[in-house]
Nanobody, 124 residues
Framework: EVQLVESGGGSVQARGSLRLSCTAS????????MGWYRQAPGNECELVSR???????VYAGSVQGRFTISRDNAKNTVYLQMNSLRPEDTANYYC??????????????????WGQGTQVTVSS
């Protein structure tokens, strides 16, 4: 069974930083692409960033240059370093295994495995 456990969310002021972590189990992490999505109330679930099994990264335009995704295969963990945070980054952030869509109605279901989410709140 795929299990993904996120941590590191919280409340921060604008221009602050947070680092999210997602620890995986139940599948071959080394061979899997991983991603971070986010969903704010009333919005769709959007892909923030993804990293392939061989380390190739992709970012949404809104976070390019501010967020950095990385992975540690020895720890079965994927990270999202978030710098220069803005109020519009406020959302529930989800880790996903084998991310497929760039946008989807909810951060759950489909072929990807999902974590339970961690809340990020950025105040102005």
């Amino acid at each position: 069974e795929v299990q993904l456990v996120e941590s590191g969310g919280g409340s921060v002021q604008a221009r602050g930083s947070l680092r999210l972590s997602c620890t995986a189990s139940g599948f071959t992490f080394d061979d899997s692409d991983m991603g971070w999505y986010r969903q704010a109330p009333g919005n769709e679930c959007e892909l923030v960033s993804r990293i392939s099994s061989d380390g190739i990264t992709v970012y949404a335009g809104s976070v390019q240059g501010r967020f950095t995704i990385s992975r540690d295969n020895a720890k079965n963990t994927v990270y999202l370093q978030m710098n220069s945070l803005r109020p519009e980054d406020t959302a529930n952030y989800y880790c996903a295994a084998d991310p497929v869509d760039y946008v989807r109605p909810y951060c759950s279901g489909g072929p990807s495995g999902w974590g339970q989410g961690t809340q990020v709140t950025v105040s102005s």
